[in-house]
Structure formats: structure tokens, C-alpha cells
């Protein structure tokens, strides 16, 4: 048995999903339903205490370009994001994260998804360390997270 719950639980009535293609001949034709509750609200298994995701921006500090580059995109964010929770810039390695970073935090999932859309395009040569905020601290920075860019090893001894 698997350790993930059916996604498809409260479907098992529901007609079949047609077969047919649209127009452009690759994509399926979807029938029009409820818009889903994931554009306003984050999962029910999200930590309501603590905000949504937390994107954290590393840089390699020793590479002059690179360093240069991460100040400048934080200004940028803090330029163009003034709405969202953006932390001190560190130079150096700080809790699990093995280089310099910045972490950007986000509320809901319209500003999480105008946020990635960005940072995938303006992030240059930073890699970028996506996790939620389930409350299981070493499962969402390992199991949860998403990276943009390389991937880095954490120092999980600081996660648990």
C-alpha cells in the first residue's frame, strides 16, 4: 500500500474525463468545473501559523559576479515585491544552508506563483530552494522542496 493518499478520493462517481483532443491535436478537453480553492488557499496540511513557502536564494560569495548579482536581485525584490516578508541578506553559510542566501517568504498562492514565475527568469546564476511551511521542518525542506536551478546539500542536523 502506499504511503501517499489517493489524490482521487470524493471523485469515485464522477463521470469519465473525455477522450478527445482540442484543436491544437496534443491537449485534452477538460469539461468547464469550479475554478480549484489552490488558487486562493493553500493546502489544509500548510501550517496556518507560519506564512505559505519560503524561497531561499543562495549565491556563492568567493565568485565576485555571482556575489554582485545576488545583491542586486535582492534589491530588485525588494524593489519589486515590497509586499512580501524578505530577510537579511547573509554572506555567509547560515542554519542548513552550506552558502550565502537570502530568503524570500510568501503569503498565498498568488503571490508564491508570481514569485517563481519571476525568480525562474531573473534568477541569473543564483539557485533558488523552494519549501513549504507544513510545521515538519526537515520533511519540507527535503521531501516538499522544489529547486530552481542546482540543488544544494543541507546541513540537516539544523533541521531537526
Same mark, same amino acid.
Given at each position: ?10 471523485? /469515485? +462517481? ?9 484543436? &491544437?491535436? #496534443? ?5 468547464? +468545473? ?12 500548510? @501550517?496556518?501559523? #507560519? @506564512? =505559505? ?21 535582492? /534589491?530588485?525584490? %525588494? %524593489?519589486?515585491?515590497?509586499?512580501? %516578508?524578505?530577510? #537579511?541578506?547573509? &554572506? ?10 537570502? /530568503?524570500?517568504?510568501?503569503? @498565498?498562492?498568488?503571490?508564491? =506563483? ?9 534568477? =541569473? ?7 513549504? @511551511?507544513? =510545521?515538519?521542518?526537515? %520533511?519540507?525542506? #527535503? ?5 530552481? +536551478? ?11
Amino acid at each position: 500500500m502506499s504511503q501517499w493518499p489517493s489524490l482521487l478520493a470524493g471523485y /469515485e +462517481g464522477a463521470e469519465p474525463l473525455p477522450t478527445t483532443f482540442n484543436p &491544437d491535436g #496534443k491537449s485534452l478537453y477538460n469539461l468547464p +468545473g469550479l475554478r480549484s480553492a489552490a488558487y486562493d488557499e493553500f493546502p489544509k496540511q500548510f @501550517n496556518p501559523s #507560519k @506564512n =505559505g513557502f519560503d524561497f531561499h536564494i543562495y549565491h556563492m560569495p568567493a565568485v565576485a559576479a555571482q556575489a554582485q548579482y545576488a545583491k542586486e536581485l535582492y /534589491e530588485r525584490v %525588494r %524593489r519589486e515585491f515590497p509586499e512580501l %516578508r524578505i530577510h #537579511k541578506f547573509w &554572506d555567509e553559510p547560515y542554519g542548513p544552508h552550506p552558502t550565502a542566501m537570502f /530568503e524570500v517568504d510568501t503569503f @498565498n498562492p498568488h503571490q508564491t =506563483g508570481a514569485f517563481f514565475s519571476w525568480l525562474v527568469v531573473h534568477r =541569473g546564476p543564483c539557485d533558488v530552494l523552494v519549501h513549504p @511551511n507544513t =510545521g515538519d521542518v526537515l %520533511r519540507d525542506h #527535503k521531501e516538499l522542496a522544489t529547486w530552481i +536551478g542546482r540543488r544544494w546539500p543541507l546541513y540537516e542536523e539544523c533541521l531537526v
